[in-house]
């Protein structure tokens, strides 16, 4: 029977190497994390990140018409309601300050 010591040690050092890999983030994760590889993809990051964006104007805008309008009729909002004002822009802003994320019915009508 052949000598399966030289197969086992290589197959040790790749497992070895593997795990390290897998520890270190991957193989398959070392390229820029956020360039997209295909078109579609691309795409949808970039539908994603424009409906984000308009969705920030709009409620930023819905804030400031708000926050006049009330400034009006109360005629004038004071301290308070400039610190509410500030409030509420931080709120409209934070969605914009997490990660892009694909919702899972998305990535399966992308993959065909």
Known sequence: ??????????????????RDDNRSGGRHRRAVSSRSIG????????DLWVKRLRNIAIALFAIWATTGV???VLNGIGFVG?????????????PASRAAAIEPADAVNMSG
């Open 39 to 46: 078109e579609a993809s691309r795409k949808a990051k970039r």
């Open 1 to 18: 029977m052949a000598d399966l010591t030289s197969q086992h040690d290589r197959l040790i050092a790749d497992a070895r190497s593997l």
């Open 70 to 72: 009330l400034g009006i």
């Open 82 to 94: 400039v610190m509410a004002l500030l409030l509420c822009m931080s709120a409209a802003l934070y």
